[in-house]
């Protein structure tokens, strides 16, 4: 599948990528799709194919704190997070009804904690692009885009997405959303309803109740935000080449008439052929050319993961996809790796194939009337919104608190390959350099926010982490024409607000 480049920077993307050797051990529960544990299997083959020597910087994220979770999430809901365990839940039916903490987002062992690597490893990415210092930023545990201001929704709990997109919202003007998960990106959309400084954009299956029920083409946001959060209802079986015949003109008028200023793009691996939840027939190839495609403006990206729920294809469609980002060629050939063995019903293969003799119920009249109507619409919008900068809200996470991780190959002896340091209570003679190099970054730093840094983010992974870790579970349409909605062609509709700084708006002055 070719992705057709658009002028695109030549010189090799600098890339950041954020990973937690914690977040494989979370458990969902027995039978739950959403294995924490893929994200494990992703990180594993992106060592075992040498990636990480290509790799800008590899970060153990600085987890979220409630105070960073409250930027979007209310104050109620971070406190309830902080405190249910399933030793306590009993006593919390009220609340657990109300945050929606039930069957789809049961309450687990270390549930906030997980919460807190999805949000800090998202929130470092933005940092990193606020300052210019990566070009790519990556968190493959990161893509949470259903949950919202006080529900969890969708396996999802905190949105790490839209508190990533506030924080770009410091140093950008314009950020472009883009969600190719199976599923609408309804909570990124709901919180940037009203905004013109976010444009959502979703590629999502839509009909027959299919979950969240949202996201048609007529949903198209509100008052300010009108006309700039943009809906592709999709239906089962779609094809690589049928999907770029949407994706790639599409994407290239909205690039042309929103002109963003950083890109944070929601790779959901559920949108793969094969996938246990979804219902599209994409070859890996076919989604990562949407990151290629969207990767070719040069424009500050971000990559999180989101959905994915056969976890061997997981692994291999978001190693494929840092392996673009860094521009290494990959052997299609799986490297030996902790979980090989899983990998034997697909042939050890990097690539994930679609399925022969599936119908694909997008048919041409279905995709040439969706295609007009969207070019349509993306040329009717009123050119790229600016906005006079005023004061800048301060940072929510420094960039000194973001601390490279000392990697060593795997199954190598440990060396010195990252530009980052040693732990200076491992090696003394880290310590000068650690002087030096803080004081380089000091001048970033603003007083208002500066946060201790945390020594467990200081340390390489233990043998055990790079061998996998230990864990307390883990591996475990109709294709009638689009409609616009008449509940959401007027900007009237229920929980339309008037603009973003209405009594509504969540977000304070500062978007
Ligand atoms: F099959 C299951 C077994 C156990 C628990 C849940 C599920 C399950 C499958 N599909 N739950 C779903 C979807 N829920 C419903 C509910 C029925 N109620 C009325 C709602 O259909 C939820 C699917 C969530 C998809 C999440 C996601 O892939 O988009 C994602 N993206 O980033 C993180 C997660
Ligand atoms: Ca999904």
Redesign the pocket.
Known sequence: MDAAPSAGPARKARVSYFYDPDVGQFYYGQ????KPHRVRMAHSLVLHYGLHGKLDGYYTPTRATAEDLAAFHSQDYVDFLRTVNPDNMSRYTRELRDFNMY??CPVFDGLYQYCQIAAGGSLGAAVKLNYQTSDIAINWAG????AKRAEAS???YVNDIVLAILELLKYHQRVLYLDI???HGDGVEEAFLTTDRVMTVSFHKFGNNY??GTGDLGNMGHGQGRGYSLNVPLRDGITDETYHSLFQPVMAKLMEVYRPEAIVL?C?T?SLAGDR?GVFNLSSKGHAACVEFMKSFGLPLMLL?????KIINVARCWAAETGLAVGADMAEQLPPNEYYDYYGPVGYTLTVQPKAGLDNWNTPPYLDILRNRILQRLSELQGAPGVAFHERAPDGMDLDDIQDVNMAAPGASPQRIWDGELDPEDDPTAAAAEGGRRRADASFRDPRTTKPLSPSMLRPPSASQLAGGSGRGGGGGDPAAPAESAQDTEGTGEGARAGNRSPGWPFGDWI
């Not at 039978?31 to 959403?34: E, Q, T």
């Not at 893509?143 to 259903?146: F, I, P, T, V, Y």
């Not at 993961?305 to 729920?309: L, N, R």
């Open positions: 039978g739950h799709p959403m069957e789809d893509g949470l885009h259903h969708g396996f999802c998960d199976v599923h979950f969240p929601q959901g559920d939840l993961g989101g959905g994915g729920y």
